[in-house]
């Protein structure tokens, strides 16, 4: 409801990113097509169609297998792309009126292209620090070693080490909120980890 990204189409340009990481066939390595290239363009609203019907269906397909097809992924946010933005925007509104709402929903539509989309996918493969020795060719690094503002996306390079964890906290001085959140939701009985494979 904040970036109207399809799922499939998401998980598959992740999949191909650690498929091919910093090398040619990555969907975003700075190496590749420039930092620049990476954090400036991909900000822009315009460029969230890296996401959006990036690939043939057969390529979505192939990396995206296993991704749950719930009827609402098919028949709303595919269907009525923009549909989901407009229900959050309607939300924010009915929630904490007509200005404020407007803005907090438009910092709702520069976080994700903003942190994820430019932050993490450009400098979180330029400048930081690295833990583990990923592939040779992997260049992602950690920004830094709390992971509060994007929780947990700051520790790249731990992301890249270990993908299937859902803990990004590798040493001792590192942070993941989104772990905690994690816990916090299974605790709850909302989810349940699945064992690392």
């Known amino acids: 409801m904040t970036d109207g990204v399809h799922v499939r189409e998401w998980v598959a340009t992740h999949r191909q990113h650690h498929r091919y990481t910093d090398l040619p066939g990555d969907p975003h390595s700075p190496h590749i097509e420039g930092i620049n290239t990476i954090v400036f363009k991909t900000f822009i609203p315009a460029c969230w169609y890296r996401y959006r019907n990036f ?74 620090y690295r833990n583990k020795n990923n592939r040779p060719t992997d260049l992602s690094t950690n920004l830094v070693p709390w992971g509060i503002i994007v929780v947990g996306d700051e520790l790249h390079s731990n992301h890249h080490a270990r993908p299937n964890d859902p803990n990004l906290r590798h040493r001792w001085f590192e942070f993941d909120l989104g772990f905690v959140y994690i816990k916090l939701f299974e605790t709850l009985g909302l989810l349940k980890i699945k064992a690392n494979k």
Request: net charge positive; aromatic share 14%.
């Open 55 to 128: 690939k043939p269906k057969h390529i979505v397909d192939m990396y995206s297998k296993g991704i749950p097809d719930d009827w609402v992924e098919r028949n709303v946010y595919v269907r009525y792309q923009r549909l989901g933005l407009l229900i959050m925007l309607w939300i924010d509104i009915m929630l904490f009126g007509a200005t404020t709402g407007i803005i907090i929903w438009l910092i709702q539509m520069i976080w994700t292209p903003l942190w994820s989309g430019s932050i993490v996918t450009g400098y979180g493969h330029w400048i930081g």
